[in-house]
């Protein structure tokens, strides 16, 4: 199968079973290079093994994913490490080591495949830490001494330690509170900006949806029942991905990424 130049990921008829239980039936979703693609949908709807699916965590039942070109079913050991380092990952809980500092942990991937010395890791761990927006002391401590927001800073700084071109982020905004989780949605932004990255989110943070990313693609009944920016669904006339766009929260946040248009910094013009 011949995919498009500017495909990422291409996932055709993937189907996820769990002993009776069917996660995903038939599913078909891509990635395009470059883009911000975000994964929604209710609880159980299979976003978080979408996601495993795609990193080489687990592979699906049946159907075919291709990852930069590569089916993932006849890929050997050493092409699938290849691949791996292709791509960061940034966990929900943030998925640090705790008996690791910070710069530590950050500092983890490149100790483990690259000959660089520790001085220069270290180096490295703390201007990817800086990327963030944490201070320069903040290395030096504990994953536990963190805030939620802190952690999750910490979490990408780690994610983006070997320069990937892919980045998977796992509910980055989930636990904080607003002013924290609208900084997380401004640091992907400008992430993306400074690294030409494709990303592809897992969230139900409908500020993060309308505010930072170019595509959705809303899961429900195994399959993608829709995939388009957020204006294009909120026309939408399935009932589940209505659902994203009825109540007065879902408004709210639609009226509040159109007032952050309005005033938009270079790093977030979408």
Same mark, same amino acid.
């Given at each position: 199968?011949?995919?498009?130049?500017?495909?990422?990921?291409?996932?055709?008829?993937?189907?996820?079973?769990?002993?009776?239980?069917?996660?995903?039936?038939?599913?078909?979703?891509?990635?395009?290079?470059?883009?911000?693609?975000?994964?929604?949908?209710? /609880?159980?709807?299979?976003?978080?093994? @979408?996601?495993? +699916?795609?990193?080489? $965590?687990?592979? !699906? &039942? #049946? %159907?075919?994913?291709?990852?930069?070109?590569?089916?993932?079913?006849?890929?050997?050991?050493?092409?699938?490490?290849?691949?791996?380092?292709?791509?960061?990952?940034?966990?929900?809980?943030?998925?640090?080591?705790?008996?690791?500092?910070?710069?530590?942990?950050?500092?983890?991937?490149?100790?483990?495949?690259?000959?660089?010395?520790?001085?220069?890791?270290?180096?490295?761990?703390?201007?990817?830490?800086?990327?963030?927006?944490?201070?320069?002391?903040?290395?030096?401590?504990?994953?536990?001494?963190?805030?939620?927001?802190?952690?999750?800073?910490? /979490?990408?700084?780690?994610?983006?330690? @070997?320069?990937? +071109?892919?980045?998977? $982020?796992?509910? !980055? &905004? #989930? %636990?904080?509170?607003?002013?924290?989780?609208?900084?997380?949605?401004?640091?992907?932004?400008?992430?993306?900006?400074?690294?030409?990255?494709?990303?592809?989110?897992?969230?139900?943070?409908?500020?993060?949806?309308?505010?930072?990313?170019?595509?959705?693609?809303?899961?429900?009944?195994?399959?993608?029942?829709?995939?388009?920016?957020?204006?294009?669904?909120?026309?939408?006339?399935?009932?589940?991905?209505?659902?994203?766009?009825?109540?007065?929260?879902?408004?709210?946040?639609?009226?509040?990424?159109?007032?952050?248009?309005?005033?938009?910094?270079?790093?977030?013009?979408?």
């Amino acid at each position: 199968m011949t995919l498009p130049a500017d495909t990422v990921i291409a996932m055709n008829k993937v189907c996820t079973r769990f002993g009776s239980h069917a996660v995903h039936t038939d599913l078909d979703l891509d990635v395009r290079r470059g883009e911000i693609l975000a994964i929604a949908g209710g /609880s159980g709807s299979g976003k978080s093994v @979408l996601m495993r +699916e795609m990193i080489l $965590l687990q592979r !699906p &039942t #049946s %159907g075919s994913i291709r990852l930069f070109g590569h089916d993932i079913a006849t890929l050997t050991l050493p092409e699938a490490h290849a691949l791996r380092l292709r791509w960061g990952v940034m966990f929900q809980h943030g998925g640090l080591f705790s008996a690791l500092t910070v710069r530590e942990n950050i500092g983890l991937p490149l100790r483990e495949h690259s000959r660089l010395d520790r001085a220069l890791i270290d180096r490295i761990a703390e201007w990817k830490l800086s990327l963030t927006g944490l201070p320069p002391d903040a290395g030096l401590k504990q994953p536990g001494e963190f805030s939620g927001g802190m952690l999750k800073r910490a /979490s990408l700084a780690r994610a983006i330690a @070997l320069d990937p +071109e892919l980045l998977f $982020l796992d509910e !980055p &905004t #989930s %636990g904080l509170d607003p002013d924290s989780a609208a900084g997380v949605s401004e640091l992907i932004l400008r992430t993306h900006a400074m690294y030409g990255l494709t990303i592809v989110i897992i969230t139900h943070d409908l500020d993060l949806l309308w505010q930072a990313c170019d595509r959705v693609a809303v899961l429900g009944e195994g399959r993608v029942l829709a995939s388009g920016s957020m204006e294009e669904l909120s026309r939408h006339d399935h009932p589940i991905v209505r659902g994203y766009f009825e109540g007065p929260r879902q408004r709210a946040a639609a009226s509040a990424a159109h007032r952050q248009r309005d005033k938009e910094t270079p790093w977030t013009t979408r």
